[in-house]
Each structure stands twice: as C-alpha cells, then as structure tokens.
C-alpha cells in the first residue's frame, strides 16, 4: 500500500517536474504572467513536499509549521495564477486575506502543541479547499467556455474531494502513518497524485490554448481597425458563400474613404488612424454583425455579403450615410468623413476576386462622379464591361498575368 511519507516523495518531485516543464515552455518575455506564477507556484510547492516527507522521519513539529506555512503560500500563489489567467479584477484582497487566514490557524494549531499528523491533516484540510475554489473558478458559468476549462474545472473538484475524503477517512497516527481503511486511503492519495498531474497539464494546455488564440488573432484581425486583413477576408468571405443562405446570390462591396492622404496631410498621421479606427466602429455598428468585412490595405477595405444586389445597395447606402454622420475629432472643427462605395453581385461560378474586381469599378465610378456616394456595376457600361473582363481573363490566364507584370516593371 502507499504510505504518506512515499506519495509526499513522489508528489513532490512530479511538481518540482512539472515546474521545469513550465520554465521551458514560459521562457521568452512573450511568456504569460499567469504561467509563470504558476511554475512559482509549483516550484514551492514541490520543494516544501519535499521536505514533508523528510519531516515525516524527522518529525519536528517546528518544521512542520513551516511546511504547512509554504503549502499555503504554494496554493495561494497558484489560485493567484488562475485568477490573473481568467482577469478577474480586485482579487489580491480577498486572497491575501484568505491566505493569512489560514496562516493564523496554523500558527494557533502549533502554538497548541498539535502533533505533526494534526498539522498535516489541517493543511490538507486547506489545500482541499484551495483546489475546490479553483475548481469553481474554471466551472463558473460564463460566455463560450472551452471544454478544456470545463474538463479541468471538474478534475479541481474531484481532486478536492479525493483530498477532503482522504482526511474524513481516517485520522493520521503518530509518524504519518494510516491507521484502519489504508486500502481506501492509498487509493484516495493515488487519485490525488493522478488528479495533480490533469492538474498540471491542464493548465499548461490552457495556456498553450490562449496563445494560440493570440496567434491566429494576430494572423486573422488587421491591428488598427479590428477587422479581418486581406488574406482573412478571402478566407471568412468564401466560407459565408459556401453556406446555404450565400449559395443563391451574394454581393461584394468595395470601399474607399475620400481624400484620405488630405487628412494625413493636414491632421496628421495619428489622426489618419483614428479616421480609419471611426469608419470601422461605424460600418461594424451598422452591420451588427451580418456580412464579412476586412481591410485590403491603406484606406480600402471589402465587404461580402449573403443577398441580392438591391439589398446590398441598401446597405451600403445606410453605410455611407453612417460615416458621413460620424464627425472626426480633431484639433480644430470635427471633421466629416465620407466614403465611396461600389456594388456588385457575384455571378454564378465567378470568383471572389473577379467579383471584386467588378465592384472595384464601381468604386472607381462612384470616385469619379465626385466621391460620397454608392454605385452598382452596371454590364451595360462598356468601359466598366471591358475592365472586368480583362481581370477575368487575366485570372484564367497565369501567363497574361505573368505577361502583364513583367510590362509593368518595364514602364
């Protein structure tokens, strides 16, 4: 059967394991706080279960004062990982008291002269209820938890339980050794130790997760307007059209604001920025989530969406109505911004690209009839006809292209 004295061993050198596991994965400055505070958090943990079980041949009740002292520490510094993890706000007041609480009573327990098994069953009295709070940190219901979280919240609870029944089960007799039921209690310290290294994995896997998140953000979301980038725009956009509600007919909008190297010119570049941070807040707030809408570079920027040419032309008239009433702060008078756009319904087999290339003619259109305004591409305007034929016929033709390119760079 396992005795204390060898799961305090083993237990001990799992964490102290797992903290180097951590170090290796959180080193780097891009490393998450809440990782590091956790491998902390293990590192004081492994060393002071170390030296329970040393203790538990030594028996120093002095000794286990302190041991009891830094599992309290251990425990509260990675309830403190969890809760930077999860951003909760105000959380250092009511875990600093919790954490001295439970620091007083142990300092009460050997300033009554309680045995050394007494001291080890009041911490693990405490490291059962640390490990039940973070269980319901991770199961506390909130908006799109993963199931990672969920898994490991449950794994928490059971192994606050597991620790809880092991003290319930049978008190502990002179030198840490079990007494009647050692059967159950070996079982109940054998869970513990694998519940502990779910534990262990598990949040390493979540943060793993979140940086993963982090990355594919970075990858997907243009940086100053929070919208989706060029590539993501393709992406997100031929996804919408493959759902059944885009499959009959879909319209791509192209979008430009008006003058916008004046305002660089004039307010500054900064200024320029948030003129581009407005437009998105507002175009966004005006879709209330229909459509997919990215920014193709500069000041340009695309929007697909699932419906005719006429509901689209709607649409981008109420858009441009929207930036329009939108004034630019700025140092002297607020400024009005405003923005063409050009319309075009996707074609039966045509491409995103060439669709675009449509409603970009548009835009051109609508540019040259002064600005502030929506314009549908029209078939029956010949220049514009012969524009995107030429962009569709260039996208079938990888050679034309190639072709093209190479009269560029000669001009």
């Given at each position: 059967m396992?005795?204390?004295?060898?799961f305090?061993?083993i237990?001990?050198?799992?964490?102290?394991?797992f903290?180097?596991?951590?170090?290796s994965?959180?080193?780097g400055p891009?490393?998450?706080p809440?990782?590091?505070?956790?491998?902390?958090?293990?590192?004081?943990?492994?060393g002071?279960?170390?030296?329970?079980w040393?203790n538990?041949t030594?028996d120093?009740?002095a000794?286990?004062?302190l041991?009891a002292?830094?599992w309290?520490?251990?425990?509260?510094m990675?309830?403190a990982a969890?809760?930077?993890?999860?951003?909760y706000a105000?959380?250092?007041?009511?875990?600093?008291?919790?954490?001295?609480g439970?620091?007083?009573?142990?300092?009460a327990?050997?300033?009554?002269?309680?045995?050394?098994?007494q001291l080890?069953t009041i911490?693990?009295t405490v490291?059962?209820?640390f490990a039940g709070?973070?269980?319901?940190i991770?199961?506390?219901p909130?908006g799109?938890t993963p199931?990672?979280?969920r898994?490991?919240?449950?794994?928490?609870?059971a192994l606050a339980?597991?620790?809880?029944f092991?003290?319930?089960?049978?008190?502990?007799a002179?030198?840490?050794?079990t007494?009647?039921?050692?059967l159950?209690?070996s079982?109940?310290?054998?869970a513990g130790y694998?519940l502990?290294?779910?534990?262990?994995?598990?949040?390493?896997?979540l943060?793993k997760?979140?940086?993963?998140?982090?990355?594919?953000?970075l990858?997907?979301?243009?940086?100053l307007t929070?919208?989706?980038?060029r590539?993501?725009?393709f992406?997100?956009a031929g996804?919408?059209r493959?759902r059944p509600?885009g499959?009959?007919?879909?319209?791509?909008?192209m979008?430009d604001?008006?003058h916008?190297?004046?305002i660089n010119d004039?307010?500054?570049?900064a200024?320029g920025?948030?003129a581009l941070?407005l437009?998105a807040r507002t175009?966004?707030?005006v879709?209330?989530?229909?459509g997919?809408m990215?920014r193709l570079?500069g000041?340009?920027f695309?929007?697909?969406?699932a419906g005719p040419l006429?509901?689209?032309l709607?649409?981008?008239?109420r858009?441009?109505?929207?930036?329009?009433a939108?004034l630019?702060?700025?140092?002297?008078e607020?400024?009005?911004v405003?923005?063409?756009i050009g319309v075009?319904e996707?074609?039966?087999?045509?491409?995103?690209?060439?669709?675009?290339?449509?409603?970009d003619?548009?835009?051109?259109?609508?540019?040259?009839a002064g600005?502030?305004?929506v314009?549908?591409?029209?078939?029956?305007s010949?220049?514009?006809?012969?524009d995107?034929a030429?962009v569709?016929?260039?996208?079938r033709?990888?050679?034309e292209?190639a072709?093209?390119a190479?009269?560029?760079?000669?001009v």
């Amino acid at each position: 059967m396992l005795d204390l004295q060898t799961f305090m061993l083993i237990i001990g050198v799992g964490n102290l394991s797992f903290a180097g596991l951590m170090a290796s994965y959180a080193r780097g400055p891009a490393a998450q706080p809440a990782l590091r505070k956790w491998m902390w958090a293990r590192i004081l943990l492994g060393g002071w279960q170390v030296v329970s079980w040393a203790n538990l041949t030594l028996d120093s009740a002095a000794l286990a004062q302190l041991i009891a002292l830094g599992w309290i520490a251990g425990m509260a510094m990675e309830m403190a990982a969890y809760c930077q993890f999860f951003g909760y706000a105000n959380w250092r007041r009511p875990l600093y008291a919790a954490t001295a609480g439970c620091m007083a009573v142990v300092a009460a327990a050997h300033a009554y002269g309680l045995s050394v098994p007494q001291l080890i069953t009041i911490i693990a009295t405490v490291v059962g209820l640390f490990a039940g709070a973070m269980g319901t940190i991770l199961l506390w219901p909130r908006g799109g938890t993963p199931a990672l979280q969920r898994i490991i919240g449950m794994n928490d609870a059971a192994l606050a339980a597991a620790i809880l029944f092991w003290v319930a089960s049978g008190a502990l007799a002179e030198g840490g050794q079990t007494t009647g039921g050692g059967l159950i209690q070996s079982a109940a310290l054998i869970a513990g130790y694998m519940l502990m290294i779910v534990k262990g994995f598990g949040f390493l896997l979540l943060c793993k997760q979140e940086d993963d998140r982090k990355m594919l953000h970075l990858a997907t979301v243009d940086c100053l307007t929070g919208l989706f980038n060029r590539h993501a725009f393709f992406e997100q956009a031929g996804a919408l059209r493959l759902r059944p509600a885009g499959a009959a007919r879909f319209s791509l909008l192209m979008l430009d604001l008006d003058h916008f190297k004046r305002i660089n010119d004039r307010f500054g570049h900064a200024t320029g920025d948030e003129a581009l941070r407005l437009f998105a807040r507002t175009v966004q707030g005006v879709l209330a989530g229909r459509g997919i809408m990215g920014r193709l570079g500069g000041e340009e920027f695309a929007l697909a969406l699932a419906g005719p040419l006429d509901e689209a032309l709607e649409i981008a008239e109420r858009l441009r109505a929207a930036v329009t009433a939108a004034l630019l702060p700025t140092d002297g008078e607020p400024y009005m911004v405003t923005v063409s756009i050009g319309v075009a319904e996707l074609q039966a087999g045509e491409t995103l690209t060439a669709g675009l290339a449509r409603a970009d003619q548009a835009l051109y259109e609508a540019k040259g009839a002064g600005r502030n305004r929506v314009v549908p591409f029209l078939p029956a305007s010949p220049r514009i006809e012969a524009d995107a034929a030429r962009v569709r016929h260039a996208e079938r033709d990888p050679v034309e292209r190639a072709t093209q390119a190479r009269q560029q760079l000669c001009v």
